[in-house]
Every structure is written in structure tokens, then in C-alpha cells.
């Protein structure tokens, strides 16, 4: 069970690490923080360059703490908030990822909030602290406040998108 908990941690962890890491730089395909920033204005977020870095933040710390079982409910409460936001971003595409569709955050999702219930196993920094068991409360808490938290920054975050033809010929009033 901990080698199994060893090895899911640490890809899912990487692997959304990796997606912030693309957000806030050129590293891994990633189009820098410009473009990191135009991403977040194109899916019609407002924030500019500090949602972009937050975010990439967020990806970032989540994931190589998840990866290193540290700190695992709220790792895991973090990435579940990052990821669902991405989840938003896709769901008017449906679910199948071949159609941009929501399939993978909602993977990071699930699998987020299921280590933040199993815990992250033996070979974790939490069991090296001495942190073998996290108080149900907690985890139950991570669990529902990480998507709490990504559809609350929708919320505040988002603005409807402008239509291209519309924001060229605008003109400024006054």
C-alpha cells in the first residue's frame, strides 16, 4: 500500500507542479509568464499577471508537497482548488479530454482529495514528522474547502469574455 501511495502521490504531484510550472515559465512547454497571463485573460479572468503567478504558485506548491507527502490535506486542499478552477475552464466542452473537455483536472481532483483521505502513506515527510494521522475533521475539511475554494475564485475571478469583433471596434466613452 505505501509503495502504491509513493508512486500516485509523487506523478500526480509532478505532473501539477509541471502545469504550474508552464504557467509562470518557458520550462516544460510553457509560453512564460505573458503567456501564462494571457491564458488567464483568454478564458476571462480578470487579475492579470498576479492571477497567473497564483495560480502557477499554487500548481507549484501544491504539487511538490503532494509529491512529497508534506503537509497532505492541505496540499491537497490547495491543488483540488487550483484544479477545479481549471475544471470550470473546460466544463462547457464536456468531459472527454480529446474535446478539451474537463477529464483531467477532474483525475487531479478526485485523486487529490483521495490522498488527502488515505493520507500519504509510510514513505512521506508527514510520516518522517510524526505526522501518521491527520484528525478526520481536517481531511473531511481539505476535502470540501479545495473545490470550495477553485469555484469561489470563479466566482470573484471571472468576468464574461469579450468577443473579439466586439473588443476591436469598442470605442472608449467620453
Do not use: C
Request: charged residues 10%; without cysteine; proline residues 5%.
Amino acid at each position: 500500500m505505501d509503495t502504491g501511495l509513493l508512486i500516485l502521490r509523487v506523478v500526480v504531484g509532478l505532473l501539477i507542479a509541471g502545469h504550474g510550472v508552464q504557467k509562470v515559465s518557458h520550462r516544460l512547454g510553457g509560453n512564460g509568464l505573458a503567456g501564462g497571463t494571457e491564458e488567464f485573460r483568454h478564458d476571462g479572468f480578470g487579475g492579470g499577471t498576479l492571477t497567473a503567478l497564483a495560480a502557477g504558485a499554487g500548481q507549484i506548491g501544491s504539487g511538490l508537497f503532494l509529491a512529497l507527502g508534506a503537509l497532505t490535506p492541505l496540499a491537497a486542499m490547495a491543488a483540488m482548488g487550483v484544479m477545479t478552477v481549471a475544471l470550470t475552464v473546460k466544463l462547457p466542452h464536456g468531459l472527454w479530454v480529446q474535446d478539451d473537455g474537463y477529464e483531467y483536472p477532474l483525475v487531479l481532483v478526485v485523486v487529490s482529495g483521495a490522498l488527502a483521505l488515505t493520507g500519504p502513506g509510510r514513505w512521506s515527510a508527514d510520516h518522517a514528522a510524526g505526522l501518521t494521522s491527520w484528525p478526520l475533521w481536517l481531511t473531511v475539511a481539505a476535502v470540501l474547502l479545495g473545490p470550495a475554494s477553485g469555484l469561489l475564485t470563479r466566482l470573484v475571478l471571472h468576468r464574461a469574455p469579450v468577443p473579439e469583433e466586439a473588443a476591436a471596434g469598442a470605442r472608449p466613452v467620453g
